[in-house]
């Protein structure tokens, strides 16, 4: 069974840093991609960023430059820093694991499993 659990989230003010962590465990295929997510009440989850099972990494234009994902050697810590913190950045962060596929020349990813949660705060 595989569980992902988030933690690293708290209080902030705008311009500050956190890093996020995602533990992962079970039994989740080698070539699983994973993201991380965020959603604010009354809105729609966001992708914020994918790390893929080629090792590159994508970002949503909102946090680019500010964000990154990385992994650890083991495979088992998702990791999110997060600099330059703004307002806008708070939210429920959520990571995810999943598949990528190759339908008619465009990829789509599938997420598979998800973490609780862990809520970021960021005031001005």
């Known amino acids: 069974q595989v569980q992902l659990v988030e933690s690293g989230g708290g209080s902030v003010q705008a311009g500050g840093s956190l890093t996020l962590s995602c533990e992962v465990s079970?039994?989740?295929?080698?070539?699983?991609?994973m993201g991380w997510f965020r959603q604010v009440p009354g809105k729609e989850r966001e992708w914020v960023a994918r790390?893929?099972?080629?090792?590159?990494?994508s970002y949503a234009d909102s946090v680019m430059g500010r964000f990154a994902i990385t992994k650890d050697n083991a495979q088992t810590t998702l990791y999110l820093p997060m600099n330059s913190l703004k307002t806008e950045d708070t939210a429920m962060y959520y990571c995810?694991?999943?598949?990528?596929?190759?339908?008619?020349?465009?990829?789509?990813?599938?997420?598979?499993?998800w973490g609780q949660g862990t809520q970021v705060t960021v005031s001005s």
């Open positions: 790390l893929d099972n080629d090792g590159s990494s």
């Open positions: 079970g039994n989740i295929y080698s070539s699983y991609c």
């Open positions: 995810a694991a999943g598949a990528s596929f190759l339908g008619g020349g465009t990829w789509y990813w599938e997420w598979d499993y």
